[in-house]
């Protein structure tokens, strides 16, 4: 189950599907952008409450230890570990889950749901789409493929897998239409 809840540049879903982090973060990236990358205190809350009404104890977020960063690669400028946290116990935990309004680092196998971000907004414009508010890009992408482009979803796919890529400042490769 996919549940939504709008804000002013993004939306949070929580999928209610208990998988690992790295399979999470594959899902968000395939059906959003990414794991949620939480950078306040009332962003926080936001996500905490959405938990809170939907009786989920706890969610995978997108941060992770590598040097401790975002899934999308961005800096973290707001924590907010639990008590004695980030640990790493055993060595072994390198991802990070909410719950009860704080985070904890723990071993990425571990199935929890989770938390996606979506932060595309299409514009009237067929090739052009905002990706944060005010900044817009221009991509030519020629696709072949046997899907459908004039289904809105079809569409939706492709925009999400321009924006991963963007973000990983367009390396040369394939898009791959699933």
């Known amino acids: 189950m996919i549940l939504e809840d709008e804000t002013k540049s993004s939306q949070y879903k929580l999928v209610t599907l208990a998988l690992t982090w790295q399979d999470a973060q594959y899902y968000c990236r395939l059906y959003y952008t990414d794991l949620v990358s939480v950078?306040?205190?009332?962003?926080?809350?936001?996500?905490?409450?959405?938990?809170?009404?939907?009786?989920?104890?706890?969610?995978?977020?997108?941060?992770?230890?590598e040097s401790w960063k975002w899934a999308d690669g961005s800096s973290i400028p707001f924590t907010l570990w639990s008590p004695q946290q980030p640990n790493n116990d055993n060595g072994s935990q390198a991802c990070v889950y909410m719950q009860g309004g704080s985070w904890n680092d723990w071993n990425c196998d571990t199935k929890f749901n989770f938390l996606c971000e979506e932060i595309i907004e299409e514009t009237s414009s067929e090739s052009t789409f905002s990706l944060t508010s005010g900044q817009k890009t221009v991509v030519k992408v020629m696709l072949l493929t046997n899907a459908d482009l004039a289904d809105k979803s079809v569409r939706q796919r492709v925009l999400r897998q321009v924006r991963v890529n963007k973000k990983r400042r367009f390396k040369a490769g394939l898009f791959l239409l699933l």
């Open 39 to 65: 950078m306040s205190l009332s962003a926080n809350e936001e996500l905490m409450m959405i938990l809170k009404a939907n009786d989920v104890s706890a969610a995978w977020i997108g941060l992770y230890r």
